[in-house]
């Protein structure tokens, strides 16, 4: 379209297309090293030769698993209609399986599926639905089985699931369901909002 020379509709050009065309695997500092190293490339701009893009990517020191400090995760996950196309769903599971699989005895997570509304993967049912789980191996192997039978569809309600997952992380902590650490949400969506509120300084 572009070397047609048309301008495509404005809902059409989606940034995060762009961006996770890029691999991200750059070389890390060692031990004792600069806390992250600077990755920089440069290239012509397609449609203005007098001007460049640059693109600059920073990666941090990887500290060895057993030095990590406890964590407490909510993983947030985008399970609307958009997300069955271009196998994103599939790609989104797998990389929340991989974090799963590194959390130790010393973690805290809880899984939070969000479309139209949010649940708990599971079911909000679940007897913790409300709170977060010490990641046992039990714990683990049930949340990667349920992972696998994901029902994809629906909208895309930022509010409902950062309401969910704000909410175990309130109600967990006076409880002590935690790891006594700093807590952590992982948002994982293709970044499209569609229902309830979408103002993201507003949510």
């Known amino acids: 379209m572009l070397t047609d020379g048309q301008m495509p509709r404005e809902a059409a050009v989606r940034t995060e297309e762009f961006v996770n065309y890029f691999r991200y695997d750059y070389p890390r500092p060692g031990a004792g090293e600069a806390p992250f190293t600077v990755n920089m490339d440069v290239a012509r701009t397609p449609w ?25 995760l909510v993983f947030l996950l985008d399970v609307s209609g958009s997300m069955a196309n ?34 708990i993967l599971g079911g909000n049912q679940m007897p913790d639905a409300y709170r977060l789980i010490q990641a046992t191996k039990e714990n683990k192997d049930r949340a990667i089985a349920d992972l696998d039978g994901v029902s994809i569809g629906g909208g895309t309600n930022f509010q409902a699931g950062f309401s969910k ?30 229902d309830g509120l979408c103002d993201v300084d507003a949510i």
């Open 86 to 119: 271009s196998g994103r769903a599939a790609l989104m599971v797998d990389a929340a399986k991989a974090v799963i699989k590194t959390l130790t005895i010393s973690d805290w997570f809880q899984v939070v599926l969000f479309s139209s509304n949010a649940q």
């Open 48 to 72: 203005d030769a007098d001007t460049r893009l640059v693109r600059i990517g920073l990666a941090g020191y990887d500290a060895p698993r057993e030095q990590r400090p406890a964590a407490n």
């Open 165 to 194: 997952a704000y909410d175990i992380i309130q109600t967990s902590v006076p409880q002590e369901f935690t790891a006594g650490c700093h807590r952590a949400i992982l948002f994982l969506t293709d970044g499209q909002c569609t």
